[in-house]
């Protein structure tokens, strides 16, 4: 019988993390023993909250929830890379639908071809409206967000 630690990455830009990515962090840390949460750099955006500030809110976040299978990394180069260097073999994604779930499945065949070991593992998003940069948007214009982040990432939002 196999006696190997079942570790899992969910990874994204997190800017802001929000209550959608803690839901799929509570389903995953049931799933698995150990999971990676793993502020990555997006290409394609430029962040608004400093990437240590936003793990250290994480990291009380997790705290507030009573996870303690979760930590919280920064890594700036192809996550695939890092699950390959940490013996991560599964990807953890959340689906909020069927657009997601397309622009996944391309990601998920590119991280594959990267990192062979690695499986991509679907969850569904219980919200499907929330993004980050909507939270952001309504921010900025100084409506209430506090239904769409936990309190200790409300905290840090600028
Ligand atoms: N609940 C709420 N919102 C969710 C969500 C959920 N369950 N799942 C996703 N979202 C939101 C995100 O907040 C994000 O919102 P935004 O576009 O307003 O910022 C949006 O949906 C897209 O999410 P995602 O596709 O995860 O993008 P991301 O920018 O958060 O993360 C990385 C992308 C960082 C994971 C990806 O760019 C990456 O892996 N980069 C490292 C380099 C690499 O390995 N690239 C892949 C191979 S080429």
Known sequence: ??????????????????????????????????????????????????????????EQTLKENNID???????????????AQNNIKYLVRGLRNTSDYMYEENIAKINAEVNPNLKTVYFRAKNDIISSSMVRELYSFDRDVSQYIPPDIARILS
């Open 1 to 58: 019988m196999k006696n190997s630690i079942k570790k899992a990455m969910y990874a994204g830009s997190f800017d802001p993390f929000t209550n959608g990515h803690l839901d799929i962090v509570k389903e995953a840390a049931e799933l698995f023993d150990q999971i990676f949460i793993c502020i990555a750099k997006n290409p394609n955006k430029q962040r608004k909250t400093d990437a240590l500030v936003m793990a250290n809110a994480i």
């Open 69 to 83: 299978n979760a930590i919280v990394v920064i890594h700036v180069g192809l996550v695939a890379d890092f699950c």
